[in-house]
């Protein structure tokens, strides 16, 4: 079974400039959250979606925005980049909300974002 | 404001020893509290926890909470080289805003020297 899978792997942006990280759920996987590890720290949670729509937002700014499309992919965006932006941006996915019962959240491998 | 501390920061033993690592929590709304490996990339999961004094075990490894003292341990028994990583403790809780999240502390950096 294909994990959650992201794109791009890796990513160079210079400031002020925006960018759109991908995600694909594991099959049958129904929720998308998003999250930012900077590095030598964990992550932070950023967005949930489930059923395509906005279920939590953790403490970013509103230059950070998702969704989630009919087939649970979901896009993370983010506008007028900042230095501080740069981080690996993660993605993760479960059946349920995130780790209710036996649904806990598997992760992609990241998009590592570096601004400029 | 939700917190979660583990500690050691960083820990370096050989392999074959064992290793307790910890993770404590002062949150609202705890839901469950779950342990990942995160190597190079991806974070991994090795367990859930939602209640207290009962361990979950896989292989070599193994983990308990406490919701009186609010904290859980994961134990590593004959370590290997393999088990070099860094590892997240993570607890799930409801947020009026945010909805059902995990909150992170800042990981433990294990290595296991040969």
């Known amino acids: 079974d294909a994990g959650v899978t992201q794109s791009p792997t890796h990513l160079i942006k210079t400031r002020g400039q925006h960018v759109t990280l991908r995600c694909s759920p594991i099959?049958?996987?129904?929720?998308v959250s998003w999250y930012q590890q900077v590095l030598g720290q964990g992550p932070q949670f950023i967005f949930q979606?489930?059923?395509?729509?906005?279920?939590g937002r953790g403490n970013f700014p509103d230059r950070f925005s998702a969704r989630q499309f009919p087939n649970y992919s979901s896009e993370l965006n983010v506008n007028a980049l900042l230095l501080g932006d740069s981080a690996l941006y993660l993605c993760?996915?479960?059946?349920?909300?995130?780790?209710?019962?036996?649904?806990?959240?598997?992760f992609g491998n990241g998009t590592r974002l570096t601004v400029t | 404001e939700d917190k979660v501390v583990q500690s050691p920061l960083s820990l370096v033993v050989h392999e074959g020893d064992t290793v307790t690592l910890n993770c404590s929590y002062e949150?609202?709304?705890?839901?469950?509290l779950l342990w990942y490996k995160q190597e190079k990339k991806a974070p991994t999961f090795l367990f859930m926890l939602?209640?207290?004094?009962i361990e979950k075990k896989s292989g070599r490894l193994s983990s308990i909470l406490d919701k009186k003292e609010l904290f859980s341990i994961l134990n590593i028994t004959a370590t290997q080289t393999g088990d070099s990583a860094i590892y997240l403790c993570?607890?799930?809780?409801?947020?009026?805003?945010?909805?059902?999240?995990?909150?992170f502390g800042g990981g433990t950096r294990l290595m296991v020297k040969p």
């Open positions: 993760a996915s479960s059946f349920g909300a995130a780790g209710v019962y036996n649904s806990p959240l598997h």
């Open positions: 099959s049958g996987h129904k929720s």
């Open positions: 979606y489930y059923e395509k729509e906005e279920r």
């Open positions: 949150v609202t709304n705890f839901r469950s």
């Open positions: 939602t209640s207290s004094g």
């Open positions: 993570a607890v799930e809780l409801f947020d009026n805003n945010a909805g059902n999240m995990l909150t």
